[in-house]
């Protein structure tokens, strides 16, 4: 089985900030993990995605994310927050075994204060 | 050129109405997705289609019934609407029967029921 906690329901940023939005899975195979952004009334779009190789992948609008398998962790930051970033963050993954789906996170929402 | 396209983006209707909502993916997938989200933005599967094929069906009442005519369209059909039915849905496609290079989603369709 397979599971997705993202900690922290709401995180609060000035900014200019670092953001760091976490997530930790759960899973007995080698992990397919990806981070989606939702904005207000729109669909999710995908932030970037980790299936093999480099551990630390690079996204769209300047978010990065980190595979440490020793710490079962995929977080996703950026050095400076913009007022645009303001969304919903969702962390999901898959293992890859047969008819599988992606396991979402409940979800971040990112509030960004000026 | 949206790549998936659902229609209706908003449906308003009264208890006990059947409703339609249609999606369409110009990506070339072979894997299609309804999926539902909550008033607290929980994502929930509901099924997956391969090739016209059904593969996922989670337990979702019988009252809603998925059709894929063709691997480029998923319709969902939903009978006698109750109040606990109000949500946002979502349609997704995957390139393969695995998504391991993820999903890309359609805007959504917020349906409430009154």
């Known amino acids: 089985a397979q599971s997705v906690t993202q900690l922290g329901s709401h995180v609060s940023v000035s900014e200019g900030a670092l953001v760091l939005l976490r997530c930790n899975y759960s899973?007995?195979?080698?992990?397919?993990l990806f981070w989606y952004v939702q904005y207000p009334n729109q669909g999710l779009q995908l932030l970037l995605k980790y299936t093999t190789g480099a551990t630390l992948v690079k996204g769209i609008n300047g978010f990065e994310a980190e595979f440490k398998k020793s710490e079962t962790s995929f977080h996703l930051t950026k050095p400076s927050a913009h007022m645009s970033d303001a969304a919903e963050y969702f962390c999901?993954?898959?293992?890859?075994?047969?008819?599988?789906?992606?396991?979402f996170g409940k979800g971040t929402m990112l509030l960004v204060s000026p | 050129d949206t790549a998936v396209s659902q229609t209706p983006k908003y449906l308003v209707t009264q208890m006990g109405n059947d409703k339609s909502i249609k999606c369409e993916q110009n990506?070339?997938?072979?894997?299609m997705y309804w999926y539902k989200q909550d008033s607290k933005k929980f994502l929930k599967i509901m099924f997956s289609y391969n090739n016209k094929e059904l593969i996922i069906n989670e337990t979702v009442p019988n009252r809603f019934s998925p059709k894929s005519p063709d691997k480029a369209h998923l319709n969902l059909h939903i009978n006698s609407l109750e109040l606990g039915d109000s949500a946002v849905y979502f349609c997704?496609?995957?390139?393969?029967?695995?998504?391991?290079?993820?999903?890309?989603f359609g805007s959504g369709t917020r349906l409430t029921v009154v």
């Open positions: 990506l070339g997938h072979d894997t």
């Open positions: 999901a993954v898959n293992t890859n075994s047969g008819y599988s789906t992606l396991t």
């Open positions: 997704a496609s995957s390139r393969d029967r695995v998504p391991n290079y993820g999903y890309t």
């Open positions: 899973s007995s195979v080698p992990p397919y």
